[in-house]
């Protein structure tokens, strides 16, 4: 598999045991959870649907939008980081929830045009080819299906605050979560999308409040910002 990157498998799965610990480095994504599976609802609701989170890890917004009433599948290729998701489904009865250690694209080789939405949050930026795994994503798509992806913007103001702020000054994320090459303009991620199909029909920024420590969408998208797609 070329398009992975075995250091940052490595990284997330020596922590995998804290996936759902609220008061660890994955505070930040228990925080934005309910901000995504909002977004991701309110463009394309999940009641009844069938849908594949690309890069799930512990299972933190899988298993939100399997209570949220969709039949959800997510894969990850950290095993450690799997084992914890299952275990944290079945001690909360969520059954509608299956997860697969495999890549985006092995997955998508077998799954062509299965399901209404992806969702691929905060995994792009680890990749070395993130085109390849939005081509996988609508590969796996219905005709007319919901992609979304989030990730950061790479400029000056996100690696003040997300590299220097987040990481060596609020102490937010664990140094070296993030590597400011990979991070993602939200012009090269239209072009790829563009270039797999999808069309994009909706972009929000992803703000931190550091007075109150609380989370909101909308305005720029300097640093953190969500996109929707839909199939051509």
Known sequence: MSNVDTVEIDKFSEIASHWWDTDSEFKPLHDINPLRLDYINQHAPLE???VLDVGCGGGILSESMAKAGATVTG???SQAALDVAKLHAMEAGVTNLDYQCCSAEDF??????????VTCMEMLEHVPQPEAVIEACRKCLKPDGAAFFSTLNRNNKSWLMAIVGAEYILNLLPRGTHDWNRFIKPSELDGWCRNADLQTQNITGLHY???????STGGDVDVNYMMFTRAA
């Open 108 to 117: 998508a080789s077998q799954h062509e045009g299965t399901f209404d939405v």
């Open 209 to 215: 409040q550091p007075l109150s420590k609380t989370y």
């Open 48 to 50: 009844g649907k069938r």
């Open 75 to 77: 894969i990850d290729l």
